[in-house]
């Protein structure tokens, strides 16, 4: 009399279940690891790391590389879909490994109002990102807008003398947030 009021399956139903729902919290905990675990990776490379491409960069006294020439792209967005008009100032430019350069960007609030904008930076390819680097950038510190407000804003950079030889192009892309935008949506 034990199993005769059981149904068969519902054993089985509970055993997927239960197989299912391990199956969600492992994916589940294996998304949340994936953060530091990324973190980790591009600490060790050097490769990727958001922090490295947002602090300045020392710069030895090795003397530029004539011989060769690398072309560095710029490239401007604001995926947030701020009011923002943000732009490189020139396109590309034809440098030499090892001799310090400068740039701008060009940012503009279209707001009537006061924002607070934070560039975050990105280098490609990303195993010449760790020879790209910045002594002096505006995505170092958040940007006050007034509104209406213009700016240009200056990077000024060095491609190492060890960059890769088969590089020759690198592109720096600059994505730019409304800070507030971004703690607002953060919050949802």
């Known amino acids: 009399m034990g199993t005769e009021g059981q149904d068969p399956r519902g054993k089985g139903n509970g055993r997927l ?14 998304g949340y690891a994936l953060v530091p675990l990324y973190a980790v990776i ?8 958001r922090e490295r491409l947002s602090r300045a960069a020392v710069i030895t006294q090795q003397g530029p590389d004539l011989t060769r020439t690398v072309t560095v792209e710029f490239v401007a967005s604001v995926p947030d879909g701020g009011q923002w ?46 020879h790209f680097q910045k002594t002096e950038c505006f995505c170092f510190t ?20 060890d960059l890769p030889a088969g590089v020759d192009r690198l592109t720096l892309s600059y994505a730019f947030y409304d800070t507030a935008r971004v703690a607002a949506a953060a919050k949802r």
């Open 142 to 161: 958040p940007q006050q807008f007034e509104g209406g407000e213009s700016k240009e804003m200056p990077v000024r950079f060095i491609v190492d003398r």
């Open 85 to 130: 008009s943000f732009r490189p100032t020139v396109a590309q430019m034809k440098i030499h490994p090892g001799k310090l350069y400068e740039t701008t960007f060009h940012a503009r609030n279209l707001a009537a109002v006061h924002v607070t904008g934070q560039a975050v930076p990105s280098v490609t390819p990303m195993a010449a990102g760790r």
């Open 17 to 30: 279940a239960l197989r299912l729902g391990a199956m969600a919290l492992g994916a589940f905990a294996f």
């Open 42 to 49: 591009c600490e060790v490379t050097g490769i990727g790391s």
